[in-house]
């Protein structure tokens, strides 16, 4: 059961949500629902899946996104696609395994070309498209033991403005929604690993390491970001493209 939001009027719309079955993914998937449109909910996690396309009235995808060989001849039916899928490893550099640094980066900036590259076409046709990545602040500033991470985040952010330089003339925009710190079990998990690498409590990790440089003192909540991508989908933004908004709570201004 979706509830109708103020917003722009997606109905008729089909999206595509990577990384659907639970935080932000989930929150943006709510939201694009809940603005009229048909949510295809994407996501490793099949029980996940169903469970948030059965709660907004959408439909589940199960796709492994780290298997890229599987995307090249994919072709996807979407207005809306918002590359959300990812993951978190925390390490030095010395001590990050290579393999998890390629997976990383399959997932989150070959997976996101294969996605957008996928549903383009049938956008160019139909004159109109919405591809928005939920990048980071990441994509633009750096922290330690996160090589792959902010790697493919700033890759992301490059990809994108491509995307809106190639779509602009055929009406499909391209941006990037760059979040700090969220509420989502990505960031839960975190806590822990951040703990172990800098010695200090979960509660510690929040205060001296996760919002450290933020102005904003909490954790952005998922539907903050939902927000964001529902307003890239109105006619308000229809000249933005090719940018990323930040919802970091003042790091970046630091």
């Known amino acids: 059961m979706t509830t109708t939001l103020s917003g722009p009027d997606l109905s008729g719309r089909r999206a595509v949500v990577t990384g659907a079955a639970s935080g932000i993914g989930a929150a943006v998937a709510t939201r694009l629902a809940g603005l009229g449109a048909h949510v295809v909910v994407c996501d490793i996690d ?17 796709l492994d996104l780290s298997r890229t060989a599987g995307l090249a001849d994919l072709t996807l039916e979407a207005d809306i696609l918002v590359n959300n899928a990812g993951v978190q490893h925390v390490a030095p550099i010395d001590e990050f395994d290579p393999d998890q640094f ?15 590259r996928a549903v383009l076409p049938r956008m160019y046709e139909r004159g109109w498209g919405r591809i928005v990545h939920i990048a980071s602040v990441h994509g ?11 790697s493919a985040k700033h890759g992301l952010l490059g990809l994108s403005k491509v995307i809106a330089l190639e779509g602009a003339a055929k009406g499909v925009t391209s941006n990037c929604v760059c979040p700090g710190y969220v509420r989502t079990p990505l960031v839960e998990k975190q806590l822990a690993d951040q703990a172990v690498v800098h010695g200090l409590s979960a509660d510690r990790v929040i205060s001296d390491v996760l919002l450290a440089r933020s102005a904003v003192k909490r954790l952005i909540e998922p539907d903050e970001v939902a927000g964001v991508v529902g307003f890239l989908c109105s006619p308000e933004a229809m000249s933005i493209t090719g940018t990323e908004l930040t919802v970091d709570g003042g790091w970046s201004a630091s």
């Open 46 to 62: 099949a029980e996940g899946a169903a469970r948030t396309a059965e709660r907004i009235g959408g439909e589940p995808l199960v």
């Open 102 to 116: 390629a997976f990383m980066l399959r997932l989150m900036l070959e997976a996101p070309f294969l996605l957008s």
């Open 140 to 150: 633009l500033r750096a922290s330690a033991y996160k090589s792959a991470y902010v």
